[in-house]
């Protein structure tokens, strides 16, 4: 039975559908030269898996570099998700890559942030602003982002995204430690991605990047976490915290790290009692989430039960205030 999945809990704003339809005005208030001739044509070059993935997000963050364009990203995130269905989402960025014209990573954020409640309240939809460290950064970036996090308590999520085999997560520990005892959420994205050899370890590495996750840097959400199904201690121990699992099962296929969506495990998951919640990622590129519901379902048939928990997990497991 195919769940009606009304919010995501994994989503990145600057790789979201919004970006297609929002480029080219963009450019233009930049006054830059847009290089497409139409969405589709952009949609084309970025989905093109031969030219580097920094070079493709560079032609949507080159534009993302003003308080006004990254006012702009947040309202029209925040339309797009209610214009499709949704009545909470969780919306990721990373400040560091918009402080290339000297925006601080303080007012980048302040800007996507006073950009999404304003979308908020137009279109009645409720948005989380999660506040990312893109891990390739050093320490004393990290520990900016954690700081501005902090000083949001509790508005923002915390989140650690990006090349997670050349960086795992107990490079920012300290960035999270910051954010011990505050009001601050952290989220993580861990059992992802390491680096393919040596193969015999190939699983447990990813399960070490999960276990620093959780028992390390406390976090409250872990993304990805693709062996999780397969560790039943570790199953143990994200039910007894209370952890929430952001899964992104065509995102993981499509990008090569599962075979099958059955690889991750779902019903078993949530049989378990877990709170596990199916994410499209980055539908720019990766497929929307009518897609993802279809062709887990195809390959799960969830029962009655399991479809409920699917709807009901992404309200269980939301981080931030849901407004009726
Ligand atoms: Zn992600």
Redesign the pocket.
């Known amino acids: 039975m195919k769940p009606n999945i009304r919010g995501l809990l994994?989503d990145?704003i600057d790789?979201s559908a919004v970006v297609a339809n929002i480029l080219h005005a963009l450019y233009k208030q930049a006054k830059k030269k847009y290089l497409f001739t139409s969405a589709e044509h952009f949609l084309e070059f970025f989905k093109n898996p031969q030219i580097d993935i920094v070079e493709r997000f560079r032609v949507i963050t080159s534009v993302l570099q003003t308080k006004e364009s990254l006012e702009i990203l947040g309202f029209n995130y925040a339309r797009q998700r209610a214009k499709e269905g949704y009545v909470y989402v969780e919306g990721?960025f990373a400040p560091q890559y918009h402080t290339a014209q000297g925006l601080t990573m303080r007012q980048a954020t302040d800007a996507i942030v006073q950009g999404i409640r304003l979308g908020e309240k137009e279109f009645g939809i409720s948005v989380t602003p999660v506040i990312c460290i893109g891990r390739e950064a050093d320490e004393k970036t990290g520990l900016a982002i954690a700081k501005i996090a902090v000083e949001y308590d509790g508005e923002l999520v915390l989140d650690l995204?990006c090349d997670e085999a050349s960086h795992p997560p107990e490079k920012h520990f300290h960035a999270y430690e910051l954010t011990f005892g505050t009001n601050v959420k952290r989220d993580c994205?861990a059992g992802?991605w390491v680096f393919p050899e040596p193969k015999e370890t190939y699983k447990e590495r990813l399960l070490d990047n999960i276990r620093t996750a959780i028992f390390d840097l406390r976090c409250h959400g872990i993304?990805?976490a693709i062996p999780l199904g397969e560790d039943d201690e570790l199953i143990g121990d994200v039910l007894d915290k209370g952890i929430r699992i952001?899964g992104?099962p065509l995102?993981n296929l499509r990008s090569g790290l599962i075979t099958n969506v059955r690889d991750l495990h779902i019903d078993k998951l949530l049989d378990a009692g877990v709170c596990y919640t199916m994410?499209s990622?980055?539908d720019l590129f990766l497929p929307k989430m009518d897609v993802v519901v279809a062709e887990c379902d195809a390959e799960y048939d969830f029962s009655e039960t399991q479809a409920r928990q699917l709807e009901e997990n992404v309200f269980l497991g939301a981080f931030g205030k849901i407004h009726k």
């Open positions: 994994h990145h790789g990721k995204v994205h992802e993304g990805h952001t992104c995102s994410n990622d980055d």
